[in-house]
T-cell receptor, first 110, second 113 residues
């Protein structure tokens, strides 16, 4: 079983739509959860970082962790064409050892 | 230069060649990482260095040989690679704590013929 599972998509939505991106993880001991955004021909950049359960909001982005179901989500409100990228969920398997989902390729159509 | 830089950005090599990838971080960090990103597969950690010392080798074949001469520079020496080693190789850096944010470079796109 993969430690982090993510639907690779692709996902295509119209501008202004609410986007929901999701991952599941296997180990209930995982505590830190990240969303990275990767534009074409670039390295991943950290978008959101959450600890344990709950929500975290940053502008149009909301990260949500549900530890009871081992489910993490990223919501994008009022999506823009500039949000088109691959979104990677990640968690720490151990000290400094990030494990990633496969990434979901998102396209926002004007 | 700012952040994490990597050179070259693209590399094509034959299976008998020897080449090196270079990474430099300008963030004052003391931990550096190599990751491999293959098509349709998750980003995969290869090596971790803390204060120039290798602390993690994620069962990487010996044809990949890392070198960390100081906390700002990281190399990945490549020799006798296979076509399946073609991938995007990403370098990252962070403070040497267990859950500190890792900052990634733009990667080197490697093609092995």
């Amino acid at each position: 079983q993969k430690e982090v599972e993510q639907d690779p998509g692709p996902l295509s939505v119209p501008e202004g739509a609410i986007v929901s991106l999701n991952c599941t993880y296997s180990n209930s001991a995982f505590q830190y959860f990240m969303w990275y955004r990767q534009y074409s021909r670039k390295g991943p950049e950290l978008l959101m970082y959450t600890y344990s359960s709950g929500n975290k909001e940053d502008g149009r982005f909301t990260a949500q962790v549900d530890k009871s179901s081992k489910y993490i989500s990223l919501f994008i409100r009022d999506s823009q064409p500039s949000d088109s990228a691959t979104y990677l969920c990640a968690t720490y398997q151990g000290a400094q050892k990030l494990v990633f989902g496969q990434g979901t390729r998102l396209t926002i159509n004007p | 230069e700012t952040g994490v830089t990597q050179t070259p950005r693209h590399l094509v090599m034959g299976m008998t060649n020897k080449k090196s990838l270079k990474c430099e971080q300008h963030l004052g960090h003391n931990a550096m990482y190599w990751y491999k990103q293959s098509a349709k597969k998750p980003l995969e950690l290869m090596f971790v260095y803390n204060f120039k010392e290798q602390t993690e080798n994620n069962s990487v074949p010996s044809r990949f040989s890392p070198e960390c001469p100081n906390s700002s520079h990281l190399f990945l020496h490549l020799h006798t690679l296979q076509p399946e080693d073609s991938a995007l190789y990403l370098c990252a850096s962070s403070q040497a704590s267990s859950t500190d944010t890792q900052y990634f470079g733009p990667g080197t796109r490697l093609t092995v013929l």
